[in-house]
Each structure stands twice: as C-alpha cells, then as structure tokens.
C-alpha cells in the first residue's frame, strides 16, 4: 500500500505523468474509489491511496516518485503499517453499520470514506453492493477483529 501525496498545481502533474507511464488509472475524485487491481482511494485533496499486490509495479512507482527535497510530489510505503480486511458476502450491507456510522459509508460502487470505527480511525470503501473493504492502522488489527466478530455475532 502506497500513500500517494502532491502538491496542488506541478506537484498533481508530476504524480499523474509517474501513473501514467506505469499504466495506473488516474486519480480518484473526493470520495471516490476506482480500480479493482490496483485500487485507488481519495483520502484528501493532497493524498491518495494506492492498494496494490503487483510489487513490481508499486517499486516502480515507489522509484520515480521517492521523497526527496524540493519534489512537488512523491509515493511513501505504508504497507508495514497498514491492515487491509476485504469483505464480501450477502451480510456486507448488515455488517457495515454496525461498525462505523451508517451516515458516513459508502453505499454506491467505487465510493470510499474516512471513518470511525469505534475509537479508531479507519478507510472504507465498496466495490460491489456485497463487496468492500475496511483499511486500519496494523496496530489496530487484534481491536479491529474483535470489532469484526462482534458486530458479526449481532447478525
């Protein structure tokens, strides 16, 4: 997982060339998700989510975009840090709610929202009606899954 960060103006031109020389989708637009494999989160104006499993292509990216100073733009690894949960099933839409305020989610394809689980901050987004994806901080991961089998006992 790569955290995507630019500068308005030169710093959004030097990451979507950096895209599009590796053949990434554009940017996402606010609150939106795109991309199966890859997938692409909007978290902020500055800073998008790249959720990847071809490590080549991530490297890649990690290469031309790395932080140094001056750039208007660059790709951090957040992978070690990060817990990606994919859920799928007839219970998604049921489950949802139970963890995180229904106002906040995502109930359209390719939306995707900060939101809080409990009391920690998390990233969820829908593929599919019956498809999405919850993204927490690792540290969280052993809170997350009691969150997880809680809400799914209550189903």
Excluded: F, K
């Excluded at 959004?12 to 692409?40: F, H, I, K, Y």
Aim: include cysteine; aromatic fraction near 4%.
């Amino acid at each position: 997982m790569l955290s995507l960060r630019h500068l308005p103006g030169g710093g959004t031109s030097a990451l979507a060339a950096a895209m599009t020389a590796l053949a990434l989708p554009g940017l996402p637009g606010p609150g939106q998700s795109c991309g199966v494999e890859p997938r692409l989160i909007w978290l902020s104006p500055n800073e998008s989510l790249l959720l990847a499993q071809d490590a080549a292509q991530a490297s890649a990216l990690l290469a031309e975009l790395r932080p140094v100073p001056g750039a208007l733009a660059c790709a951090l690894d957040l992978s070690a840090g990060t817990l990606v949960v994919r859920l799928q099933g007839g219970s998604v839409e049921a489950l949802l709610p139970r963890l995180v305020d229904a106002h906040a989610l995502p109930h359209r394809t390719d939306q995707a929202s900060r939101v809080r689980l409990a009391d920690i901050a998390a990233v969820v987004w829908r593929d599919l009606q019956d498809h999405g994806g919850l993204l927490v901080d690792r540290a969280n991961g052993h809170y997350l899954a009691r969150w997880l089998s809680y809400a799914a006992d209550a189903i």
